[in-house]
């Protein structure tokens, strides 16, 4: 007697699956059933599907932009599957309306989340926590990215750096799953703001190789976060003096009027 080709469960993996010019979307399995992060598009989540033989079992988004919701229509075509997303952002598919304190027990998966509520990209933004014990993974759309941090689309600067700020109190093994490759770019702003900073340096270095070879310099860690992302830093006296220097920012300010002047510097670095 053969025995039936029964696929069997394996431990969490999370795939990379890059879209348009510079989006990562978030395929996450266990060999069999999968879900999607914010899928912008669907024929590589569809494509990334059949390859490894995965089954949808869920779709999660962060925030309503194109970008990261664009092929939930496709993929609801293909499979009813439930949607997960943030209550306050307006997105007409959501079947799982989710805020600050809600839990998600991801369907067809081992797999457990808790939310943040991250306004500041946009009003409604959410992110994912895996609650785990000892793996710690985030999803955090377009709010905190490689090096640097979402544009303030809908909300004001002091609501994003709390946002940032809930993030950086993750445990320093989380791994940051953004959904942007802009860390370099965001590189060159850092090393502008605080070019003594040595954690910085090495990080260019690091990041530079990798993108030399076409690699993600995504996930990173929220330890690498708070050593060189300059939106976790805007307290820093380095960074403080930098903002002063540029004549972007008055001795003595707020520290969220210092936040403010940073991301302004970076909209037109
Ligand atoms: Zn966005
Ligand atoms: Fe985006």
Known sequence: MTQSPTPTPTKLAVLTVPAFKDNYLW???????????????????????????????????????ADHTGGVPLLLEQAAVPVFGPRNDGIKTVTHPLSEGDRVQVPGLDLRFSVLDVPGHTLGHIAYVREDDDVHWLFCG??????????LFEGTPAQMAASLGKLAALPDDTLVYCAHEYTLSNLRFAEAVEPDNRALQMRVAADSQARGTHLPTVPSTIAIEKATNPFLRYQEAAIVDSLVAAGRLARGAEPVTAFAALREWKNVF
């Open 142 to 151: 377009d709010t905190l990215f490689g090096a640097g941090c979402g544009r």
């Open 27 to 65: 395929l996450i399995h266990d060999g069999v059933h999968a879900a999607v992060v914010d899928p912008g598009d669907g024929e590589p989540i569809l494509e990334a599907l059949r390859a490894n033989g995965l089954t949808l079992t869920a779709i999660l988004l962060t925030h309503h932009h």
